[in-house]
């Protein structure tokens, strides 16, 4: 008996370890990564503004990605912003949450009006030798509370190769 109980307790252990992880995808735009669990089947939305949509109908959640080269901002009469600057600008004009420098990320939380829809933003803004990487990651107002943690996880999967 005691033996059954321990081989139990061993086939336990090892399920925790190696059997219960959750299945990601690295989503890759341009130069940048992000991993995220696989249960979110995002498509590709067109956009005009940023570099890349990706949308999970299913759960309302939301990528975007946005690189500003330091030739655009350069060519646009940005290249004197800093990173503070370009975090400042992105969602002005909406209900600001908090913003401010984590560390060497500016990061940003808003909520901005999308048709009938009030939309949770949560944004980090990443400075790098070519220039400016901002990804937003969003969902439902109502939802905030639901994402925002799995959001910092996300984050801190995301690599930008200089």
């Known amino acids: 008996m005691k033996r059954l109980i321990n081989v139990f307790l061993v086939l336990l252990l090892v399920m925790g370890l190696f059997g219960c992880s959750e299945k990601t995808t690295t989503h890759t735009i341009d130069k940048l990564t992000i991993v995220i669990p696989s249960k979110y089947e995002f498509e590709e939305i067109e956009t005009d503004v940023y570099d890349k949509c990706l949308y999970d109908g299913e759960t309302d959640v939301a990528l975007w990605v946005k690189h500003y080269d330091t030739e655009w901002l350069s060519d646009n009469g940005y290249s004197d912003f800093t ?68 959001f910092d996880e996300w984050f801190k999967t995301v690599n930008i190769a200089d």
């Open 83 to 150: 990173l503070e600057d370009i975090g400042y600008n992105i969602g002005k004009g909406n209900e600001i949450l908090s913003e401010g420098l984590d560390g060497d990320v500016y990061v940003k939380s808003y909520v901005a009006q999308e048709g009938d829809f009030d939309v949770f933003k949560y944004a980090n803004i990443y400075q790098k030798s070519d220039g400016y990487w901002i990804i937003i990651l969003d969902c439902l107002e109502k939802d905030k509370d639901t994402y925002q943690s799995q």
